[in-house]
């Protein structure tokens, strides 16, 4: 009865497990399975939330490179992030990369992010989309990304991302580029 439940319990949490190619950047996202919106205080969190970057008072600057998952070198994606804070607030930029010469998606990303109050922080990024693909073609979409960080006590966070709302898409096509609504508390 106990194996029963467990298989059920298996099966049922298996259809909400992502599984992507294209993974988040750093160490600290990785290890939490990517599950680091809540969590994000570093360089990279320009790329999961943004609000992240206003919790710090250190420049700091992140690589990151994957040659190839699952080992499939065609799979390859790479990310350097950058966060600079100034007594206006956290300007961060980054770039990534994805794929191999027949498929190559690349994003360059500008960040601002800043203190509300005592326990809440925002933040809001712009991304330059470029996607090329041999025989088809090239193309580029900007986005925009929403993001804030709420301190309900010292060791309780709750925070929020929205990806794409301006809901770019690549071509003629809509919705090509998701938009991607993400909560967590950590």
């Given amino acids: 009865m106990i194996r029963r439940n467990f298989s059920v319990l298996f099966l049922f949490l298996l259809c909400f497990v992502e599984i992507s190619a294209q993974q988040n950047p750093g160490a ?12 994000s205080s570093d360089a990279f969190s320009l790329f999961t939330n943004p609000s992240g970057l206003a919790q710090m008072n250190w420049i700091e600057g992140g690589v990151f490179y994957s040659p190839s998952p699952f080992g499939v070198k065609e799979l390859s994606n790479a990310f350097f992030a950058a966060s600079i804070p100034t007594k206006y607030g956290s300007f961060g930029f980054g770039v990534t990369t994805y794929g191999f010469e027949l498929y190559k ?46 301190y309900i006590s010292s060791n309780l966070r709750f925070a929020f991302a929205a990806e794409n709302l301006n809901k770019a898409s690549w071509g003629k096509e809509k919705n ?6 993400l909560s967590g508390v950590s």
């Fill in 105 to 150: 998606e690349n994003k360059f990303v500008l960040a601002y992010a800043n203190r509300y109050a005592k326990n809440f922080f925002y933040g809001v990024s712009l991304s330059l989309n470029h996607l090329s693909i041999k025989n088809y073609g090239v193309d580029n979409a900007f986005t925009f990304a929403l993001g804030a960080l709420y």
């Fill in 176 to 181: 090509q580029i998701p938009t991607a609504y």
């Fill in 28 to 39: 600290k996202s990785i290890s939490l399975a990517n599950a680091d919106i809540a969590s």
